[in-house]
């Protein structure tokens, strides 16, 4: 999960937005032994895409973590991690360090200090210094490569999307195509990859910067690796804060996190079509009412299941499916809104003429994101294998959850995966300091907040939760509003944290 630089550290669309990689220059990773601290050799970075800079403070700072492959063989093969630094501006306010843990999975690390690390060592005055790194097989990591086909790596046939008529036996094909791939082609990287993997990472990573402890801002599927983090060491943990939660249900994790898609659809369409019903829309304007809005919406996608439109740029075509797609993706940011308002207008004209709007649809994934997000999703929980259960999932999440057409209930390739878990998932419990900060939207399309408030329920009273009356994904200093930025910031700043969940109200933008 290119569309806007905001839509790139998310949770799961990374299926199609993976986070850009960080331009570095390359340098071979320490030759550590396995007893010895990890060592850094920090250079200036090259300038990295879309990277906001601040004339007046320190530039950021590139290096390379050695790390074991195989942390049960720490004298084995060894791994040079991409990592990344912005120095406090004033150092005699400098607390401590702030780790920016970024989304996905698939999410560059390097390239989300570069973007949002000058915003937030103003926000917090210089308080910290902030550091990320890219998760093995990202960015300027070692990557991972499952050979697949570019037609394989296309959003609506990586994402399970359903036949028009609900079928699901071309989705269980290309699932058993690409699980054979990654387990042929993948190699030991692939393997490698999980979440708890990342967190022993990023505790090497504090052990190579001498912090005994670390603070934290996750965002997405990052509040679950910061989640996770924060139970296996609890000790090196300052101020947690996560933004956007997944559900940390042990029993399911990423699969959870794809079927709350449904949920996060219906939750947050409703802003979408409120919107286009606006008669302030002008010409972006689709109906009289929200209810207008979403009958066009469904018959429009029903109609393209039927007679696909072709763009006239790409000459692609726009189905059903395509539509679908495109707005579960319109839900991230209300940026979004127009583009996709015209998208439908122009589809549903009545004419069979080639599209003039712009083409929205995203080229097919980076074979390295393909293969980080399935190592990570396929890795760290076991998923069901028989194919009739997905036949009826599907077919009961078509009628819940008719936005998205069963496709968050369908057959992934974990279902066919090589080898199964590679660890059991970690439980999240209230056992640890009480020093996190959740923050979370009412109507996120990806990490909605009912399988947030399972993440507050899990953390118990280590956690307070700020919940924000906005819609869209990511909410600090993004799509949140100044009672839910406020509260993080303090947090960060001064080490006050509300007393008890804060409901913060809705504000115009």
Known sequence: MRSSPRLRNVLLPALSLACAAATLSAAPARADGPGAPP???????????????????????????????????????????AVSRLRSDHPDARRGTLLLIAGGPGGSGVGMLARRGTQLRQQTHGAYDIVSLDPRGTGGSPGADCGLSPADREITTFRPWPAADGSIGANVATARRIA??????????????????????????????????????????????????????????????????????????ERAWVANFAVGAEDRFPDFAKWASDPARGTDRLARTPQEVRDRFLSLASQLDREPRRFDDTKKLLTGNALRQQMQLALYNDEQFPGFARLMAAAGDGGSAPLKVPDPQPKPMEQRDAAVFLGVVCNDVRWPRAVPGYVRAVAVDRVAHPLTAGMPANVMPCAFWK????????????????NVLLLQGLRDPATPYSGALKMRAAFGDRARMVTVDAGGHAMYLANGNSCGDRAVTEFLVTGKRPEQDIACPAETR
């Open 180 to 253: 054979d791939a990654c387990a042929r082609d993948g190699g030991p990287v692939l393997r490698s990859l999980s979440t708890v993997n990342e967190v022993r990472d990023l505790d090497r990573f504090r052990q190579a910067l001498g912090e005994r402890r670390l603070s934290a801002y996750g965002l997405s599927y990052g509040t679950y690796v910061g989640a996770v983090y924060a139970q296996k060491y609890p000790q090196h943990t300052d101020r947690w804060v996560l933004d956007s939660n997944a559900d940390p249900d042990p029993e399911r994790v």
């Open 419 to 434: 080898g199964g878990p590679v660890e059991k998932p970690v439980r999240i419990t209230p056992d640890g300091p009480s």
């Open 39 to 81: 060592r850094l050799d920090w250079r200036p970075c090259a300038k990295a895409e879309g990277e906001v800079t601040d004339a007046h403070g320190p530039a950021r700072e590139c290096a390379t973590l050695s790390v074991p492959l195989d942390y049960r063989e720490a004298g084995g093969r060894r791994l040079g991690l």
